[in-house]
Structures are given as C-alpha cells and as structure tokens.
C-alpha cells in the first residue's frame, strides 16, 4: 500500500463548470502523475510533478491543470469542463529508485470517475 | 516517441492451465523500463511485474513471468496455473532511463477471462 488517496471517487458535473482533483500520498515520494483512462487508449499522461511546484505536460494536457503546492498533494484541474473529459483520473506515485536502480515503479490511487454531462 | 502495442484486446483461459499475453514496443533507447500491470474489476492498477532493460534474464513473480526479446523488441506476459482472481485487463507499460521522469507509456491493455 504506497498510501495514495483520491478525492472525490466519483463526480459528475455539467460542462463548463470548473473541477478540481486531489491526489494526496502519505510518503513524501517526489514524482505524482496524473492519467486518464479511456477504453482503447489505456492509461495516458496528463501531467506529472518532480518535486514542490515543480510541474511539466504530459500527452493529453491540454484542457488541464495541475498545481503542487505540499509533497503531499497533488492537484487536477479542469478550467471548464468538456463531455471529452469524461474518464476515469488515476494519480500515481513513483518510487524514484529502487535497490540502487533507477527503475521509476510507479503506484496507483485508487482512480476518480469523472462524468461530464 | 515511444510506443506500446498491444495486440490481443481479449483473451480467455481455463482455470489452472498457462496464457501468454503480448506486448511489443518501440524505442531508439537503450535504457529503458518495462512493466505488466494489473488491473482487476475494483479499477485499482497494480504492477505484476518489472524487467530492466539492461538485464538479460526475464523477471519472475510467482506465478508470473516475462519472455523480454530486446532485439525483438517484445515484452511477453506468461501467467502460470491461472486462477479465478487473474482475471482482470493487464497493461504493459514502457519507462525510459534517460529521461529521469518515469513516465510511463501504456499500451490498449488485454482483457484476460479466466473461466472455471
């Protein structure tokens, strides 16, 4: 259990209002990650995060935000939000290293199904 | 870029016989990071199994194994003595090492049904 949390676990919304995410993780790991899971296209990179308001794009970021403001926390937001932004938000963790080796394994939350109506 | 395919949307088995799942990947490095995630009806992601480029011997967990072809560039699953709980859809994951990030590409991801 690499001790992740997401909040909320499901929401459904109207399109073109503003929504926020949270990831919050219990043992200071460095990187989080945002991705979206839609079917036929697995899981894809929206944002992720190297450190304390420290943030960088992923694949499909336009449309969303991040901000990082604690190790902690890690926030999704959607300005105003899309039907095509309707998916399920994964946040994940990563290790960073593992026995001496840079391997990047990476732990899930437990995902936000997001429903933009 | 990067990419993971994986060609088998389904695939089914029986209860205690072996399935291979298929993954293949494409990449100009040399350094890099494959994974086989898990991911059961709860929608909750867990890694089975990690192999490191640089190693030339195919990682085991269990039950659960790789077949790694570099050259090939394959990253097969092999699930042993199937059990009900395996059912679940299974993503490979690639992570390059150069770029320190841990990014991971995912392929479409294998819908596995082990039947009784």
């Known amino acids: 259990d690499a001790g992740i949390t997401q909040s909320p676990r499901h929401k459904v919304t109207e399109t073109g209002t503003p929504v926020t995410l949270r990831c919050h993780q219990t043992e200071n790991h460095r990187y989080m990650y945002w991705y979206r899971q839609d079917p036929g296209h697995g899981l894809r990179l929206i944002h992720y995060?190297?450190?304390?308001?420290?943030?960088d794009k992923g694949e499909v970021s336009d449309g969303y935000s991040v901000s990082r403001s604690k190790t902690e926390d890690f926030l999704l937001t959607l300005e105003s939000a899309t039907s095509s932004q309707t998916s399920v938000y994964f946040c994940?963790?990563?290790?960073?290293?593992?026995?001496?080796?840079?391997?990047?394994?990476?732990?899930f939350g437990p995902g936000t199904r997001l429903t933009v109506t | 870029a990067q990419t993971v395919t994986q060609s088998q949307p389904e695939m089914s088995v029986q209860e205690a016989e072996t399935v291979t799942l298929s993954c293949t990947y494409d990449?100009?490095?040399?350094?890099?990071?494959l994974f086989w995630y898990k991911q059961p009806p709860s929608r909750q992601m867990i890694l089975v199994i990690r192999?490191?480029?640089?190693?030339?011997q195919n990682a085991t967990e269990n039950r659960f194994s790789v077949n790694f072809q570099k050259a090939a560039k394959s990253f097969s699953l092999k699930i042993s003595d199937s059990q009900l709980g395996d059912t679940a859809m299974y993503f490979c994951a690639f992570s390059s090492g150069s770029s320190n990030t841990g990014k991971l590409i995912f392929g479409q991801g294998t819908t596995l049904q082990v039947k009784p």
């Open positions: 192999q490191e480029a640089y190693k030339q």
């Open positions: 994940a963790i990563s290790t960073g290293t593992s026995g001496g080796s840079s391997s990047y394994e990476q732990y």
């Open positions: 995060s190297y450190g304390v308001k420290d943030t």
């Open positions: 990449t100009s490095e040399s350094n890099y990071y």
